[in-house]
């Protein structure tokens, strides 16, 4: 028996042989859009740590992704919101804030001055010392 040799060009070839695999990988893998579909499912499913991370060791992965990714974009919102009405309350809290300060002043230095009163009846009780601020 001979050996025969065919000579078949490149160009012509190639093609036939990526359709051959393609169609394979094809056939493997079934629907595309199912196995997209199970893959994210998958991967949403994945078990991760409580900051969204797959940790090694096994037992700190106790969340799905798609829940700490979830409670992480809603607690980003949630503060988002409560400093966008807080920067819109400014001059209200500080006008609330003003006022706390003088209703509580007077209280707060009525007891200073007491104490100290209380304290200079008594010499060795009481130490003063007044400095001013060094330029």
């Given at each position: 028996?001979?050996?025969?040799?065919?000579?078949?060009?490149?160009d012509?070839?190639?093609?036939?042989?990526r359709?051959?695999?393609?169609a394979?990988?094809v056939?493997?893998?079934g629907?595309?859009?199912k196995?997209i579909?199970?893959?994210?499912?998958?991967?949403?499913?994945?078990k991760v740590?409580s900051e969204?991370k797959?940790?090694s060791?096994?037992?700190s992965?106790?969340?799905?992704?798609i829940?700490v990714?979830?409670?992480?974009?809603?607690?980003?919102?949630?503060r988002?919101?409560?400093?966008?009405?807080?920067?819109?309350?400014r001059?209200?809290?500080?006008a609330?804030?003003?006022?706390?300060?003088?209703?509580?002043?007077?209280?707060?230095?009525?007891?200073?001055?007491?104490?100290f009163a209380?304290?200079?009846k008594?010499?060795?009780?009481?130490?003063?010392?007044?400095?001013?601020?060094?330029?």
């Open positions: 028996m001979e050996n025969a040799s065919v000579n078949i060009p490149k012509l070839l190639e093609p036939i042989i359709q051959h695999i393609q394979g990988i056939a493997a893998v629907d595309p859009a196995l579909e199970q893959v994210i499912d998958r991967m949403l499913r994945q740590n969204g797959i940790d060791h096994s037992y992965n106790t969340h799905d992704l829940e990714v979830s409670r992480n974009a809603i607690n980003k919102a949630a988002a919101a409560v400093e966008a009405y807080v920067e819109e309350q001059p209200a809290i500080e609330a804030v003003r006022k706390a300060i003088e209703r509580k002043t007077g209280a707060l230095a009525k007891a200073l001055v007491d104490g209380d304290a200079a008594q010499r060795w009780k009481l130490e003063c010392k007044f400095e001013l601020p060094r330029e």
